[in-house]
């Protein structure tokens, strides 16, 4: 089984920047994929980024328009998300994830999930 927590959500106003974190324990070893998704209420949930723990290579949402940036540190077990120039419609509980193939911004492939962090952009 894998655990994942999420930490380093907030609030901020527009135009700021927030760092999400997550840390992955358990058995580590079967994680392919790492993802970042985000509901906010009466919205289906979103991919908004993912990172092959192999060679590093990424997927983003397309309302990222560059703005966020996913990393990880295999040997910390961790994966991030730098999220700059925020916006109000970015407002949304943010869940970490893991999948064991493939990669993804499916929320239904993932088969590991976090707890969640709430982040809030005011205007």
């Known amino acids: 089984d894998v655990q994942l927590v999420e930490s380093g959500g907030g609030a901020v106003q527009a135009g700021g920047s927030l760092r999400l974190s997550c840390a992955a324990s358990?058995?580590?070893?079967?994680?392919?994929?790492l993802g970042w998704f985000r509901q906010a209420p009466g919205k289906e949930r979103e991919g908004v980024a993912a990172?092959?723990?192999?060679?590093?290579?990424?997927r983003y949402g397309d309302f990222v328009k560059g703005r966020f940036v996913i990393s990880r540190d295999n040997a910390r077990n961790m994966v991030y998300l730098q999220m700059n120039s925020l916006k109000p419609e970015d407002t949304a509980m943010y869940y970490c994830?893991?999948?064991?193939?493939?990669?993804?911004?499916?929320?239904?492939?993932?088969?590991?999930w976090g707890q969640g962090t709430q982040v809030t952009v005011s205007s």
């Open positions: 994830a893991a999948r064991t193939t493939g990669c993804g911004l499916r929320a239904a492939q993932y088969a590991y």
């Open positions: 358990g058995y580590t070893r079967s994680v392919y994929c």
């Open positions: 990172i092959y723990t192999g060679d590093g290579r990424t």
